[in-house]
């Protein structure tokens, strides 16, 4: 019996996805895609943030070429749009998801992880953009996310020459933010999961939808939404019970 090519663990409120292709390097396929997309756009109840990695050392090597079939223009638009809608739903779904990458994040890998919103590498970790390389370009989103990080002008480099950052470089360019020790990304991804879990939840999700929006506003636009931001915050129960564990000198008790 063939094994899962997405494995799921729960612990408590933390979910572990791990991408299981190893004989692919955890390569991005249609079918891995949608079981990614089927959990986030329906978490089991009690999950509170998503912890998401790869096996077999890699993390995730891109589009499956093996796997790559032959689209006219149409198609292969509809295609990407596909995969935005998954990328799009595990930035703004509503669930903190933390990335433990190491070896391959490339392409599409990289693409993926962009969508997440916290990262953590190991030092085997290597980034790469290599569609030039390859005579395509990217699909799943990369040209807004990780040309917000990278911004164009390191990212057309990027690309051109199909160069490989390893995860230093990454954490100085915003590509993860932080660097572990050789085996340790996974427990140090766990371990922020839980602590942000303890989060209330509204607050969660409200920096969740907010600040990546508020990036792409005009300025005043941007201070108006973090004002109705923070008076939806603010204002709920939640809020009341952050303060009153404050003043209490004890940890909340959130909703």
């Keep these: 019996m063939a094994s899962p090519i997405l494995t799921i663990d729960r612990d408590g409120p933390v979910a572990t996805l ?5 004989d692919k390097r955890n390569a991005m396929s249609d079918g891995l895609m ?13 999950t509170k943030v998503v912890v998401l990695t790869g096996t077999a050392g890699h993390f995730c090597s891109g589009l ?4 790559h079939v032959s689209r006219d223009a149409e198609g292969t638009m509809h295609h990407s749009r596909g995969w935005h809608g998954v990328m799009d739903r595990i930035q703004f779904g509503g ?11 490339i392409g599409g890998g990289l693409e993926l992880a962009a969508a997440t919103h916290v990262r953590v590498a190991e030092p085997s970790t290597i980034f ?9 370009f990217v699909g799943g989103g990369a040209s807004v996310r990780i040309g917000r990080i990278l911004g ?30 050789d085996g340790e990304a996974l427990a140090r991804a766990q371990d922020l999961a839980r602590k942000i879990a303890e989060n209330a939840p509204l607050s969660n999700y409200i920096m969740i939808q907010a600040l990546a929006r508020i990036g792409d506003m005009s300025r005043a636009d941007g201070l108006f939404t973090e004002s109705l931001c923070a008076a939806i915050t603010q204002t709920s129960p939640d809020a009341l019970e952050g303060l ?7 940890d909340p008790s959130f909703r």
């Design 95 to 105: 669930l903190p998801v933390v990335s433990a990458m190491f070896g391959a994040v």
């Design 128 to 136: 790469q953009l290599p569609e030039g390389r390859r005579g395509i």
């Design 18 to 22: 791990t991408m299981n292709r190893p």
């Design 34 to 46: 949608a079981e990614i997309d089927g959990f986030v756009s329906q978490p089991p109840e009690g």
């Design 64 to 67: 499956d070429l093996g796997e």
């Design 244 to 250: 009153q564990a404050f003043l209490a000198k004890r």
């Design 152 to 181: 164009p002008d390191r990212m057309t480099e990027m690309m051109l020459t199909g160069r490989k950052y390893s995860a230093e470089e990454g954490l100085a360019l915003g590509l993860t933010h932080y660097v572990v020790s």
